[in-house]
């Protein structure tokens, strides 16, 4: 069995509240002055998700964490603008929705039928800046989020590699334990064949929290009924909403995020549920250093951060050819 399926298969620990905190307090102590420099990315509440996603090994969640410092030194993610993305954002294949679940946890809007650009690089950055200011929004205290995706008009043209594979590698690598449900609404049957092929490399708790609703299924419609209020859930959702996405709406909604960003990072995060992600830039700068002084300690450390959902090259290609023949 190779080690992605077997992490996958992996029982998850359940620890107490003091070992949680000893286990948080070891990473840091791993961290070194980074932890001090960066306060905000290494808070407890920060390392606690990487610690999750890790399965609470502190050497790979430690690992994990500054793999994400040093892509969000380069990457810069929380200086990505909505005037820098607009163009991915017209036909409204992701988009914030107005409303949260019941939970209280912001809800995105997916509708991969709406791919408007070709550019693997813009569509992975416009994911990023929804991820941002998704969690900058979030008014829940656990930081999860919820993916409502729509799959109206999906074929198999929709399906790409390689957005897939790099999807897969940013949510996973970089924004871990940030999903709390994704709800798959009337997905086609040639996506369940696709299904049944990547579920057994994600991980159980990842799978568990992905569910299917047809809309015309009344048991799995209570699945709706249970997370959101009615009458602010969209009609296309089979709520009585009838307000959809209005770009120019949605352009002027999301510049108004751009300023509070901004007044984000210049306050020092003040944000309770976004703190544990976003960066202070001359934080950032100053830490530089001290990634490369600490270089050598994590070439020796080998355990490979997982891409592609934990789904090998193979056999993610091996599921995208099987949907595509089942389709004919």
Not at 116 to 127: P, V
Request: proline content about 4%; overall charge neutral; some cysteine.
């Amino acid at each position: 069995m190779s080690a992605r399926k077997s992490r996958a298969n992996a029982t998850e620990k359940v620890l107490s509240n003091q070992e949680q905190q000893a286990r948080i307090n070891e990473v840091k102590k791993f961290m070194g002055p980074i932890a001090h420099k960066l306060p905000v990315l290494c808070s407890d509440a920060s390392i606690l998700r990487y610690l999750k996603a890790r399965n609470w090994n502190t050497k790979k969640a430690n690992k994990m964490l500054k793999e994400t410092l040093k892509w969000r030194l380069e990457y810069k993610p929380e200086k990505i603008s909505w005037e820098d993305i607009a163009q991915e954002a017209k036909t409204g294949k992701i988009y914030r929705a107005n409303y949260t679940d019941r939970q209280g946890r912001t809800v995105l809007v997916m509708r991969p039928s709406s791919q408007n650009t070709e550019s693997t690089t813009g569509q992975i950055r416009y994911l990023v800046y929804c991820m941002e200011h998704a969690i900058l929004s979030s008014n829940s205290t656990d930081g999860y989020m919820v993916w409502l995706i729509d799959f109206h008009g999906w074929n198999t043209s929709c399906l790409s590699l390689k957005v897939t594979r790099d999807t897969a590698h940013v949510l996973q690598n970089h924004y871990p334990e940030r999903l709390g449900l994704a709800i798959l609404y009337n997905p086609p049957k040639v996506f369940e064949s696709f299904w049944v092929m990547v579920r057994p490399f994600l991980e159980s708790k990842t799978s568990k929290k992905v569910k299917f609703v047809y809309s015309n299924n009344p048991e799995s419609l209570k699945i709706m009924a249970d997370n959101f209020d009615a009458d602010k859930l969209e009609t296309s959702f089979g709520g009585k909403n009838p307000i959809g996405f209005n770009y120019e709406d949605y352009s002027q909604r999301m510049m108004e995020d751009d300023k509070k960003m901004t007044r984000f990072i210049d306050s020092g995060c003040s944000s309770p549920t976004y703190k544990a992600l976003l960066s202070k830039s001359q934080l950032l700068d100053s830490a530089a250093s001290d990634f490369d002084s600490q270089a050598s300690d994590d070439e020796s450390d080998t355990d490979e951060i997982p891409s592609n959902l934990g789904l090998p090259d193979d056999k993610l290609q091996e599921a995208t050819s099987a949907t595509t023949s089942d389709s004919r």
